[in-house]
C-alpha cells in the first residue's frame, strides 16, 4: 500500500495520560498536515511540515500537543496531559507539492483517539 | 482567516438523480477548491478539484463550478448511484504558497436511496 499510513487505528487512555501518533507519508511528498476530526463536522487544520521543518500552527493546537518530523519522512503528533475534549479522529494528509499536483492533500485512515 | 460555509447539511435523492452541494468561501486569497468524500469509518478521498482559474471542471458523473465573484463553488453528481451514499466536505486553500492547509466546510450526508 503506497498510500498515508497512520499507526495506531485506535487508541484509548485515561485522563492525563500521554499520547504518541505516527503518520507515514506517501513516498517523496514533502508536505505533511494534521488534521483533527470531530464527529459531525469537517477536518480542522492543526500543523504542517514543509520536509522537516513545521512551518505553520493553528491556534487549536495547544501547549500539550507537539509535533515532529525529524528526518522529512514520517511525523509524529503527541499530546501530553490528554483531556476528554481531546477525544477525535486526528488525520494525517500529504501533499507532493513540488509536481503540477502540488496543491492536492491526501489522507490517511486516522488514528481514533478516546480519552476516559 | 477563511470560513467555508456548506449546504445543505443532510441531502437525500432517489437513485438516478442528480445532487448538488454548495459552498461558500469568504477569502478572495482561495485560490483552490477540492472536494472530498467519506465513507463511514473511512479516510476522506479526494474526488475532484478546481482551480481559480478555472469555471468548470467535470469528471464523468461529478461536476464542479467555481463563481469567483460570488465566492461560491458547487459539486454536481448526475446519475446517482447507491455507493454515492456518503458524507460530501468541500475546502479552501491559498494554494501555491507558504500555506494551503485546507479549510473545511461541516460536510453534506448525501443518501442515495434504490
Known amino acids: 500500500d503506497t498510500g498515508v499510513s497512520q499507526d495506531p487505528r485506535h487508541k484509548i487512555t485515561k485522563r492525563g495520560q500521554n499520547v504518541t501518533f505516527r503518520c507515514d507519508p506517501i513516498s517523496e511528498h514533502n508536505r505533511l498536515y494534521w488534521y483533527r476530526q470531530t464527529l459531525g463536522q469537517g477536518p480542522e487544520f492543526l500543523t504542517y511540515f514543509q520536509n522537516e521543518a513545521q512551518l505553520e500552527k493553528s491556534r487549536l493546537l495547544s501547549d500539550r500537543f507537539s509535533a515532529e518530523r525529524p528526518k522529512g519522512s514520517f511525523s509524529t503528533l503527541e499530546i501530553q496531559r490528554t483531556e476528554q475534549g481531546d477525544s477525535a479522529m486526528y488525520l494525517c494528509?500529504?501533499?507532493?507539492?513540488?509536481?503540477?499536483?502540488?496543491?492536492?492533500?491526501?489522507f490517511g485512515p486516522g488514528t481514533r483517539l478516546t480519552v476516559l | 482567516g477563511e470560513n467555508v460555509e456548506q449546504h445543505p447539511s443532510t441531502l437525500s435523492v432517489q437513485e438516478g438523480d442528480s445532487a448538488v452541494i454548495k459552498c461558500t468561501y469568504s477569502d478572495s486569497a482561495s485560490n483552490y477548491f477540492p472536494w472530498y468524500k467519506q465513507e463511514l469509518g473511512k479516510r476522506p478521498q479526494l474526488i475532484i478539484d478546481i482551480r481559480s482559474n478555472v469555471g468548470e471542471k467535470k469528471d464523468q458523473r461529478i461536476a464542479v463550478t467555481l463563481n469567483k465573484t460570488a465566492k461560491h463553488f458547487s459539486l454536481h453528481i448526475t446519475e446517482t448511484q447507491p455507493e454515492d451514499s456518503a458524507v460530501y466536505f468541500c475546502?479552501?486553500?491559498?494554494?501555491?504558497?507558504?500555506?494551503?492547509?485546507?479549510?473545511f466546510g461541516k460536510g453534506t450526508k448525501l443518501s442515495v436511496k434504490p
Open positions: 494528509a500529504s501533499s507532493p507539492w513540488t509536481s503540477g499536483r502540488q496543491d492536492e492533500q491526501f
Open positions: 475546502a479552501a486553500s491559498k494554494a501555491g504558497g507558504s500555506q494551503g492547509n485546507l479549510i
